[in-house]
């Protein structure tokens, strides 16, 4: 017997020794001939309003890849030793929880991961509503959650408009009994007028510096795009066209204006000085085009384009007409769009089963979200500037 135990145990020490010998020579073959590793990279977001186009994730300022809002992606062949890896492109309502960039070491062993967590919260829009009979300015947030009203119930008011500082609003009201423009502060105090005289006037758009606003009116019998201080004051005709001219917007850095004219037959995106000079086409469609409005930087225009056959869609080009897509896929007649302050989405008016709704979606498509419900006129919405 004993000599069966000596032997067993001569046994298990030879076939420990083979192992560790085949380890070593693994080893060995794998610190000659492999020198790189697997790394992968994961994104987990939390909350409401998520970032619609995705975050960037670069290795070392490397070139970034896209990844979604709660993805994987992995790189291979990265080599040993020490490197950052980097996220950004996050939504202003975004945030990192947690380090950016992140060190990690990459060895000849396992699979190394490095998880990023954002969390993303609510933003505050304005849209306007006759749930309660007249026409009222609600605040909303961008999750559909604290509908509150902003107007003194008193009038009709709508095509609410920002100041980019995101403290005051200009609007239309009928509380003179003509459709005027109107001032008041963000809480929906300090309501004054603008313009008091006649001709139905609508669609306010703030000038950068919030010293001036362009509005369309019938005034002179016919739809056309006037400017005015916002104390009232300098009252001034720009265009001329008696085939109409509507929906003016700003460029955020104040040198040009753009807006719909029928000029040519079919309505068409312009844009224009602030003096009313230099007026230039940016589109040139057979199908009606209406609604221009600057994204936040300045490099894009969302606009509306209504086909003879089927529904009204939300379109967004370069700032100098190029490079046109369809955001919207015409399921709903959509109209109106406004963007997100950090230009990743837009905000717009859509008639679905038989009710108009305010719906948000990103600048590529992505994260369609309806933001109102219920019977009734949910309708031109407009992102809160200047504020979370």
Avoid at 182 to 210: C, E, L, Q
Avoid at 221 to 239: E, H, K, P, W
Avoid at 314 to 326: E, L, N, W, Y
Avoid at 327 to 349: C, Q, R
């Amino acid at each position: 017997m004993p000599h069966d135990i000596h032997l067993h145990a001569a046994r298990f020490i030879a076939r420990t020794l083979a192992i560790v010998a085949s380890c070593a020579v693994t080893l060995a073959c794998h610190d000659t001939n492999v020198s790189t590793a697997t790394l992968r990279v994961l994104t987990r977001t939390t909350g409401v309003d998520r970032d619609a186009d995705g975050y960037l994730v670069a290795i070392d300022q490397n070139a970034p890849v896209t990844l979604g809002d709660s993805s994987t992606h992995a790189w291979t062949a990265v080599p040993f030793g020490h490197h950052q890896v980097a996220i950004g492109g996050l939504a202003a309502n975004c945030t990192l929880d947690g380090p950016g960039p992140v060190s990690v070491t990459l060895t000849p062993f396992g699979l190394d991961t490095v998880t990023f967590y954002v969390s993303c919260t609510a933003r505050k829009l304005t849209f306007v509503s006759e749930r309660t009979g007249r026409n009222q300015i609600y605040s909303i947030r961008s999750d559909g959650d604290s509908v509150t009203p902003l107007s003194d119930g008193t009038a009709n008011d709508i095509t609410p408009s920002w100041t980019t500082d995101g403290a005051r609003i200009a609007f239309a009201t009928d509380r003179g009994g003509n459709y005027e423009i109107y001032a008041m502060n963000a809480d929906g105090s300090g309501i004054r007028s603008v313009t008091s005289a006649g001709g139905f006037n609508f669609f306010p758009a703030w000038s950068p510096d919030g010293t001036r606003i362009a509005f369309e009116s019938a005034r002179d019998g016919f739809l056309a795009i006037y400017v005015v201080n916002a104390d009232g004051s300098g009252l001034t005709r720009l265009t001329a066209d008696v085939a109409g001219d509507e929906h003016p917007t700003w460029s955020p850095d104040g040198t040009r204006i753009a807006f719909a004219s029928a000029r040519t037959g079919t309505p068409q995106i312009y844009t224009m000085s602030p003096d009313g000079t230099d007026a230039t086409p940016l589109t040139s469609s057979t199908d009606p085009a209406t609604a221009p409005v600057y994204s936040p930087d300045g490099t894009r225009i969302a606009y509306v384009v209504a086909p003879s056959t089927g529904n009204a869609r939300i379109h967004v080009m370069a700032a100098d007409g190029s490079g046109d897509v369809t955001v919207t896929d015409g399921t709903d007649w959509s109209s109106i769009p406004a963007w997100s302050p950090d230009g990743g989405k837009l905000a717009f008016m859509a008639q679905r089963d038989g009710a108009w709704q305010v719906f948000t979606i990103g600048v590529n498509g992505a994260l369609l979200t309806q933001l109102t419900s219920g019977s009734g006129t949910n309708v031109y919405p407009a992102w809160r500037t200047g504020a979370p």
